[in-house]
């Protein structure tokens, strides 16, 4: 199985910040990698798929890049309603896996 | 609009089979691809697999001696049975489209809790 690893496991920051989060997997995944948004209590929410296009309805101060085992995912100006926990998701390879999860407070 | 509504037990006991329905609303559900995933503190998130109403099936091997996913096309409905259980399947249980060309799961279930206890 490939393995998805964030980091950081938590971050916190403030209302306007840029933060970015970093997802490497165990082997290459060309550009399959996805990212997630979860609030508690809530499932998940599709923010990026293929590593930098944007899910419509996503807004623009999220973005991503990367390619092979090196991802990340960046949101440039944080508000209030980014505080979730973000999860990282490949689906190059069976069983598609996800990372553990980095908790963003603001 | 989409809309997907897992159901079944909150409670299963050791040993037996967990069964759930996710029911699809607003899409045929030979549209698209259907994914079940779960999640526990544990084990974080985990996809279990996904089908294509035609019969196509890709399981995760860790679950797939014991998983069967299903459709039910009448009922516009996605099933999942998992046997054997054990404490370890205990988690919230979420169904989920897959987009192909994209890979990503872009309409979600808000997820059911299923516990596995005596």
């Known amino acids: 199985d490939i393995q998805m690893t964030q980091s950081p496991s938590s971050v916190s920051a403030s209302v306007g910040d840029r933060v970015t989060i970093t997802c490497r997997a165990s082997q290459d995944i060309h550009f399959w990698l996805a990212w997630y948004r979860q609030k508690p209590g809530k499932a998940p929410e599709l923010l990026i798929y293929?590593?930098?296009t944007l899910q419509r309805g996503v807004p623009l101060r999220f973005s991503g890049s990367g390619s092979g085992t090196e991802f990340s995912l960046t949101i440039s100006s944080l508000q209030p309603e980014d505080s979730a926990t973000y999860y990282c998701h490949q689906t190059d390879n069976y069983p598609y896996t996800f990372g553990q999860g980095t908790k963003l407070e603001i | 609009q989409e809309q997907l509504q897992e159901s079944g037990p909150g409670l299963v006991k050791p040993s037996d089979t967990l069964s759930l329905t996710c029911t699809i609303s607003?899409?045929?559900?030979?549209?698209?691809?259907w994914t079940w995933i779960r999640q526990s503190p544990g084990r974080g998130l985990e996809w279990i697999g996904f089908i294509f109403y035609g019969g196509f099936t890709i399981y995760n091997p860790s679950l797939k001696s014991r998983v069967t996913i299903s459709v039910d096309t009448a009922k516009n409905q996605l099933s999942l049975k998992v046997n054997s259980v054990t404490a370890a399947d205990t988690a919230v249980y979420y169904c989920?489209?897959?987009?192909?060309?994209?890979?990503?799961?872009?309409?979600w279930g808000q997820g059911t809790v299923v516990t596995v206890s005596s």
């Open positions: 989920a489209r897959r987009v192909e060309a994209t890979e990503g799961l872009d309409v």
């Open positions: 293929k590593t930098s």
């Open positions: 607003g899409v045929s559900i030979t549209s698209s691809y």
